[in-house]
């Protein structure tokens, strides 16, 4: 008897959690969806998960390296608890739309404490479908000499940052960007 009870209790409690969760309103579900990756039902079709790719100082020294072809590279230094940082992101995310099929590559170069990688930033990825574009750097494997020897301006005292280059043509800028400003700098590379 105490296990038909058992039993019928447990089955309650799954389907009450059940009925509960199919009538969330729109703006509770939406925080599932930014809180809850993993589950099947609040996955966007364009969803992709993260992958942590860690760059050593020197895979990340070529990816900044000019290239010789027509594509702008729009490389930008973040983190996660970086306000500015957080605040740019949706800039670049729109300017990643406007020109899909144009000859930019957007890369996201994150800086967070390794221990954040698994939680922070695979959150954030995920929840602004930027899996694809995020990279990791451990700052704590930067040396004082990677920065003069890839930036003329950035010293790494303070992020965002972020390096345009097209050819022989670069442009950095530390601090956060407008969405003008953003504007600005893709156009002045055409």
């Given at each position: 008897m105490k296990n038909l009870l058992l039993v019928l209790m447990l089955v309650g409690a799954l389907s009450s959690c059940k009925k509960e969760h199919t009538t969330l309103d729109s703006s509770t579900e939406t925080e599932t969806l930014n809180t809850d990756s993993s589950s099947a039902h609040a996955t966007p079709e364009n969803f992709t998960p993260f992958?942590?790719?860690?760059?050593s100082p020197d895979q990340a020294s070529a990816l900044l390296a000019k290239k010789d072809n027509d594509t702008l590279y729009i490389t930008n230094f973040f983190a996660t608890w970086c306000g500015p940082c957080m605040r740019e992101i949706p800039h670049f995310k729109e300017k990643m739309q406007e020109v899909?099929?144009?000859?930019?590559?957007?890369?996201?170069?994150?800086?967070?404490?390794?221990?954040?990688?698994?939680?922070?930033?695979?959150?954030?990825?995920?929840?602004?479908?930027?899996?694809?574009?995020i990279l990791l750097v451990d700052p704590e494997k930067l040396s004082l000499e990677f920065f003069p020897k890839n930036f003329d301006q950035?010293?790494?005292?303070?992020?965002?940052?972020?390096?345009?280059?097209?050819?022989?043509?670069?442009?950095?800028?530390?601090?956060?960007?407008?969405?003008?400003?953003?504007?600005?700098?893709?156009?002045?590379?055409k």
């Open positions: 992958r942590q790719i860690e760059l899909k099929g144009q000859p930019v590559k957007f890369t996201f170069v994150g800086i967070d404490a390794r221990e954040d990688w698994p939680t922070k930033v695979k959150d954030f990825a995920e929840e602004n479908n930027l899996s694809k574009n950035w010293d790494g005292g303070s992020i965002p940052f972020t390096l345009m280059r097209k050819g022989e043509k670069s442009d950095e800028t530390i601090g956060m960007m407008t969405k003008e400003i953003l504007d600005e700098k893709i156009s002045s590379f």
